[in-house]
């Protein structure tokens, strides 16, 4: 049964820092792509960033771009979201998803494992 787990969110003033965790079961973590994606209230689910079964690529939107770093730890599983300079366009729910294409990061881009999110809500 493959299962992710998404850690990390929280309530923090814009400027603020914080770190999401994506704990995977189940699958061969270091041979798929992996990927963050939001949704915000009243929006459609973005993709914020992915990230190569290796680790040696990646992909950001350009909202995010300069601001978060996606990273994964292959010997613990997990995949990781450093989010800086949050900003309250930033609040929304965040999930990490399994299984497609890292170019295109999009939720509709074969991402076939996701989890149940984690809130992240950045005041002004």
């Known amino acids: 049964q493959v299962q992710l787990v998404e850690s990390g969110g929280g309530l923090v003033q814009a400027g603020g820092s914080l770190r999401l965790s994506c704990k995977v079961s189940?699958?061969?973590?270091?041979?798929?792509?992996m990927g963050w994606f939001r949704q915000s209230p009243g929006k459609e689910r973005e993709g914020v960033s992915c990230i190569r079964w290796s680790g040696t690529s990646t992909n950001y939107a350009d909202s995010v771009k300069g601001r978060f770093t996606i990273s994964r730890d292959n010997a613990k599983n997990t995949l990781y979201l450093q989010m800086n300079g949050l900003k309250p366009e930033d609040t929304g729910m965040y999930y990490c998803?399994?299984?497609?294409?890292?170019?295109?990061?999009?939720?509709?881009?074969?991402?076939?494992?996701w989890g149940q999110g984690t809130q992240v809500a950045v005041s002004s």
């Open positions: 189940g699958l061969a973590f270091d041979d798929v792509n």
């Open positions: 998803a399994a299984g497609g294409d890292w170019r295109r990061c999009v939720p509709g881009g074969g991402f076939l494992y």
